[in-house]
């Protein structure tokens, strides 16, 4: 006789409670790093999630990180609740944690064994009010080392500041992350700078407007003085021609000198 086992199938949550970040400038670098990355892969077969579960054993719900913002490269674009490696078939690509004193530990040793195990190629660490990083800003590059028993994953320092899989340059901003692309040195605006360069192109354009309004007015004034000659010239032929000819009508010739 078989005997039928119920199974619960395993539940993965999407959240637990916790808030974003710990203060409002690690907030802000999150959302920000978030929506500039986001935009700058638009249209692109990637996404950029933030603060969600990352799931990296399928059946084992404790398996899971939450990195603050990560880069996921030959998948769908579009928001996930939670993001599973199994189902999507790919591993976060980037990965930024934006760090202070009190997640030090954390991101600096248990989540950097973890990136570099599942094979994380970047790991960037940010921390906007330098309470640890000097610079602020620190990146590791995934390096794949051979040994006896096979290979094996490893970070190394990035000292240059460069994405190669973003290809872009960071920079330290003040309490943000500035991105510049290789190909032409351009920034990657921020949502406020983005908003600024907006409200200027449309002041700009009602300038150009203005002016243009302007010299037309200018035209059709300049037209209007050159009819009022013409009415003025004619007026004045027609008063020639009805002198000439009362002069003819007098016996008198109007050529004549």
Do not use: C
């Given at each position: ?12 949550p999407s ?9 409002f400038?690690?907030?802000?670098a999150i959302?920000?790093?978030?929506e ?20 990296y ?5 404790t ?5 603050d913002?990560?880069v ?16 999507e ?14 997640t ?15 094979g ?16 602020k ?21 990035i ?13 330290v901003?003040g309490?943000?992350i500035?991105f ?5 040195s351009?920034?990657?605006l921020?949502?406020?700078e ?6 200027a ?35 004045a ?13 007098l ?7």
């Amino acid at each position: 006789m078989t005997t039928l086992v119920a199974t619960t199938p395993v539940t993965y949550p999407s959240g637990d409670g916790r808030p974003l970040a710990e203060t409002f400038l690690h907030v802000y670098a999150i959302l920000t790093t978030l929506e500039v990355l986001r935009q700058y892969l638009e249209g692109s077969q990637a996404t950029v999630l933030a603060n969600q579960f990352l799931y990296y054993a399928p059946g084992v719900r404790t398996s899971r990180v939450a990195p603050d913002v990560m880069v996921i490269f030959g998948v769908a674009p579009g928001p996930r609740d939670s993001y599973k490696t199994w189902e999507e078939g790919q591993v976060p690509a980037i990965i930024f944690e934006i760090t202070s004193e009190s997640t030090r530990s954390k991101d600096q040793d248990d989540k950097l064994r973890l990136y570099e195990f599942l094979g994380v190629q970047e790991y960037w660490l940010f921390d906007p009010k330098g309470e640890w990083i000097q610079d602020k800003l620190r990146g590791y590059r995934l390096q794949v080392i051979e040994q006896g028993d096979g290979p094996v994953n490893h970070y190394q320092l990035i000292e240059e500041n460069i994405s190669e899989r973003l290809q872009l340059r960071l920079q330290v901003e003040g309490e943000l992350i500035g991105f510049y692309r290789l190909d032409n040195s351009q920034k990657l605006l921020i949502p406020s700078e983005l908003a600024a360069e907006l409200r200027a192109t449309a002041a700009q354009l009602e300038q150009s407007e203005q002016r243009a309004q302007a010299a037309e007015q200018r035209a059709q004034a300049a037209e209007a003085v050159v009819q009022q000659e013409q009415q003025a010239r004619q007026q004045a032929e027609q008063r020639a021609a009805e002198l000439a000819e009362r002069l003819r009508e007098l016996g008198i010739d109007p050529d004549t000198p």
